[in-house]
């Protein structure tokens, strides 16, 4: 299964980093265009209005960035894999045997524990918006606020945070190695 994978790998590694960085642009930056400029626009709109604008618009932006999730994690296992940070961190008992290639092979863990919060995050807000969706459906307005203000006001800014941490983190990774 690594053979395969390092093989695979090396195969398509521009494809693969062209893709994974591409993912990253369309999830991190699709939540700042949702938050920064449609958000606003959609504030002068009256409640009656701007509830279904907003989960609406949600709705599209969770399913343009489905794939591209998945996409990530998929494309972040082969990199770690095929560059082999820890093969040149820690021997087959897992001893350190290079403290620099160790510290940069803790920036991987740390990568794929902010791809699951976010990840995590991200199904919390389907959950909220499905909520909603129904509360409109409903009449209920003030029930569909309470699930669309939360992702406006934390969720989706905080996604945004750990994005741009990650995007960070993939620089430093990005010159770590050869
Ligand atoms: C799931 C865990 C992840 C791992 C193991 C991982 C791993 C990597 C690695 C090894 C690189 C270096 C590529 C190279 O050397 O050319 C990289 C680059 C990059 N990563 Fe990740 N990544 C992960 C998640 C993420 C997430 C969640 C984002 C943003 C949402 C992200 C955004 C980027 C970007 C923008 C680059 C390009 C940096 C550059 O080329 O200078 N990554 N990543």
Redesign the pocket.
């Known amino acids: 299964m690594k053979a395969w994978m390092v093989e695979f790998f090396w195969s398509y590694t521009e494809f693969l980093?062209f893709i994974?960085?591409l993912?990253?642009?369309v999830?991190?930056g699709g939540m700042i265009a949702m938050r920064f400029a449609a958000h606003y626009s959609f504030q002068e709109l009256e409640p009656a209005q701007r509830l279904p604008r907003t989960a609406q618009a949600l709705g599209n932006l969770f399913k343009i960035v489905a794939p591209f999730i998945v996409i990530?994690?998929v494309?972040?296992?082969l990199?770690?894999v095929g560059?082999g940070?820890r093969a040149a961190a820690v021997d087959a008992d897992g001893n350190v045997i290079d403290a620099a290639a160790f510290t940069v092979y803790q920036f991987?863990h740390l990568?794929?524990a902010?791809?699951?919060v976010?990840a995590l995050n991200y199904g919390y807000m389907v959950w909220r918006l499905v909520k909603a969706k129904k509360s409109i459906a409903l009449g209920d307005m003030p029930a569909a606020k309470v699930m669309l203000g939360m992702i406006g006001k934390y969720l989706v800014p905080l996604n945004i945070l750990?994005?741009v941490t990650?995007?960070y983190?993939?620089?430093v990774?990005?010159?770590?190695?050869a």
């Open positions: 980093v994974h960085v993912s990253a642009v999830w991190v990530l994690i494309t972040a296992v990199m770690a560059w940070f991987v990568k794929e902010i791809w699951l976010m750990l994005g990650a995007i983190l993939g620089v990774l990005r010159y770590s190695h």
